[in-house]
Protein backbone atom coordinates (compact mmCIF):
# COMPACT_ATOMS: atom_id res chain seq x y z
CA UNK A 1 0.00 0.00 0.00
CA UNK A 2 1.36 3.39 -0.59
CA UNK A 3 1.60 6.08 1.45
CA UNK A 4 -0.79 8.89 0.86
CA UNK A 5 -0.42 10.68 4.03
CA UNK A 6 1.38 14.10 2.84
CA UNK A 7 4.75 14.86 3.52
CA UNK A 8 5.59 17.50 6.32
CA UNK A 9 8.32 20.32 5.59
CA UNK A 10 9.92 20.51 8.43
CA UNK A 11 11.66 24.20 8.79
CA UNK A 12 15.54 23.64 10.27
CA UNK A 13 15.29 24.86 14.22
CA UNK A 14 16.71 28.82 14.00
CA UNK A 15 17.98 30.62 17.14
CA UNK A 16 17.32 33.90 17.30
CA UNK A 17 19.74 36.91 16.53
CA UNK A 18 21.78 38.11 19.66
CA UNK A 19 21.56 41.38 20.71
CA UNK A 20 24.44 43.24 19.72
CA UNK A 21 25.63 46.86 21.42
CA UNK A 22 26.32 47.79 17.29
CA UNK A 23 24.95 49.43 15.47
CA UNK A 24 23.13 51.37 18.20
CA UNK A 25 19.53 52.17 17.81
CA UNK A 26 18.59 55.12 16.54
CA UNK A 27 17.60 56.70 19.90
CA UNK A 28 21.39 56.38 20.90
CA UNK A 29 22.77 58.17 17.80
CA UNK A 30 20.12 61.09 18.49
CA UNK A 31 21.64 60.88 22.21
CA UNK A 32 25.05 61.16 20.78
CA UNK A 33 24.48 63.67 18.11
CA UNK A 34 23.10 65.74 21.24
CA UNK A 35 25.99 65.01 23.49
CA UNK A 36 28.50 66.56 20.79
CA UNK A 37 27.24 69.45 20.11
CA UNK A 38 26.52 70.45 23.86
CA UNK A 39 30.46 69.71 24.61
CA UNK A 40 31.13 71.67 21.47
CA UNK A 41 29.42 74.69 22.27
CA UNK A 42 30.75 74.18 26.10
CA UNK A 43 34.12 74.13 24.54
CA UNK A 44 33.36 77.52 22.28
CA UNK A 45 32.16 79.32 24.97
CA UNK A 46 34.72 78.54 27.74
CA UNK A 47 37.20 79.17 24.23
CA UNK A 48 35.69 82.23 23.99
CA UNK A 49 35.89 83.30 27.80
CA UNK A 50 39.77 82.11 28.28
CA UNK A 51 40.41 84.90 24.41
CA UNK A 52 38.91 87.58 26.30
CA UNK A 53 40.67 85.97 29.50
CA UNK A 54 44.30 86.67 27.72
CA UNK A 55 43.54 90.17 25.94
CA UNK A 56 42.85 91.20 29.48
CA UNK A 57 45.55 90.26 31.00
CA UNK A 58 48.06 92.96 29.85
CA UNK A 59 45.70 95.39 31.37
CA UNK A 60 46.00 93.31 34.67
CA UNK A 61 49.09 93.23 35.18
CA UNK A 62 49.51 97.31 34.17
CA UNK A 63 47.43 97.55 36.99
CA UNK A 64 49.34 95.31 38.78
CA UNK A 65 53.05 97.58 38.17
CA UNK A 66 50.71 100.81 38.84
CA UNK A 67 50.09 99.59 42.63
CA UNK A 68 53.92 99.59 42.76
CA UNK A 69 54.38 103.11 41.51
CA UNK A 70 54.12 105.59 44.30
CA UNK A 71 57.74 108.02 44.21
CA UNK A 72 57.70 111.08 42.00
CA UNK A 73 61.22 109.40 41.08
CA UNK A 74 59.35 106.37 39.06
CA UNK A 75 57.82 109.00 36.83
CA UNK A 76 59.44 107.30 34.09
CA UNK A 77 58.28 104.04 34.96
CA UNK A 78 54.84 105.20 34.42
CA UNK A 79 55.09 106.55 31.34
CA UNK A 80 57.14 103.83 30.52
CA UNK A 81 54.22 101.44 31.71
CA UNK A 82 51.54 103.27 29.16
CA UNK A 83 53.43 103.05 26.55
CA UNK A 84 54.06 99.51 26.77
CA UNK A 85 50.10 99.69 27.29
CA UNK A 86 49.44 100.69 23.86
CA UNK A 87 52.23 98.50 22.87
CA UNK A 88 50.72 95.69 23.83
CA UNK A 89 47.16 96.61 21.70
CA UNK A 90 48.12 98.65 19.20
CA UNK A 91 51.99 97.23 18.82
CA UNK A 92 52.26 100.25 15.55
CA UNK A 93 50.64 102.98 16.73
CA UNK A 94 52.47 105.94 15.66
CA UNK A 95 52.45 107.89 19.31
CA UNK A 96 54.94 105.18 20.17
CA UNK A 97 57.51 106.56 18.17
CA UNK A 98 55.92 110.11 19.23
CA UNK A 99 57.98 112.93 20.97
CA UNK A 100 57.02 113.64 23.87
CA UNK A 101 54.48 116.49 23.10
CA UNK A 102 52.71 114.47 20.88
CA UNK A 103 52.24 111.65 23.26
CA UNK A 104 51.27 114.11 25.97
CA UNK A 105 48.43 114.71 23.46
CA UNK A 106 47.08 111.45 22.90
CA UNK A 107 46.90 111.06 26.55
CA UNK A 108 45.31 114.21 27.11
CA UNK A 109 42.25 113.81 24.26
CA UNK A 110 41.36 110.00 25.76
CA UNK A 111 40.62 111.83 28.93
CA UNK A 112 39.56 115.68 27.67
CA UNK A 113 38.20 115.82 31.54
CA UNK A 114 41.37 115.37 33.50
CA UNK A 115 43.57 117.71 33.30
CA UNK A 116 47.64 116.39 32.73
CA UNK A 117 50.82 117.35 34.14
CA UNK A 118 53.53 118.90 31.96
CA UNK A 119 55.31 115.45 30.89
CA UNK A 120 58.44 117.15 29.34
CA UNK A 121 59.25 119.43 32.75
CA UNK A 122 57.99 115.66 34.85
CA UNK A 123 60.14 113.32 33.40
CA UNK A 124 63.01 114.87 32.24
CA UNK A 125 63.69 117.16 35.76
CA UNK A 126 65.94 116.01 37.75
CA UNK A 127 63.90 115.89 40.70
CA UNK A 128 60.23 116.17 40.07
CA UNK A 129 57.73 117.78 42.09
CA UNK A 130 55.02 115.56 44.01
CA UNK A 131 52.41 117.65 42.63
CA UNK A 132 53.14 117.12 38.73
CA UNK A 133 53.76 113.19 39.77
CA UNK A 134 50.63 112.79 42.07
CA UNK A 135 48.45 114.22 38.77
CA UNK A 136 50.42 112.38 36.50
CA UNK A 137 49.36 108.59 38.70
CA UNK A 138 45.61 109.86 39.03
CA UNK A 139 45.45 110.38 35.11
CA UNK A 140 47.38 107.26 34.81
CA UNK A 141 44.94 105.02 37.11
CA UNK A 142 41.46 106.72 35.64
CA UNK A 143 43.12 106.01 32.02
CA UNK A 144 43.64 102.42 32.84
CA UNK A 145 40.17 101.94 34.28
CA UNK A 146 38.25 104.11 31.93
CA UNK A 147 40.13 103.85 28.55
CA UNK A 148 41.32 100.65 28.46
CA UNK A 149 38.61 98.92 30.00
CA UNK A 150 36.29 100.56 26.76
CA UNK A 151 39.02 99.39 24.49
CA UNK A 152 38.35 95.81 25.75
CA UNK A 153 34.97 96.01 25.69
CA UNK A 154 35.17 96.40 22.02
CA UNK A 155 37.88 93.60 21.30
Known amino acids: MANTEPQLALADIQEPVLNTFWPPAPGWWLLAVLVVLFMAYGFRFFWQ??????????????????????????????????????????????????????????????????SLPDLQSLLYKSAPTEGDFSAYLQFATRWLHKVCVKQLERL
Do not use: G, M, T
Not at 74 to 95: D, G, T
Open 49 to 114: KWQKWQKALPLRQAKAELRLINRPEQSAQLNELLKRLVHCYSPRHPVLSAPVQQWQDFLQQQLPQQ
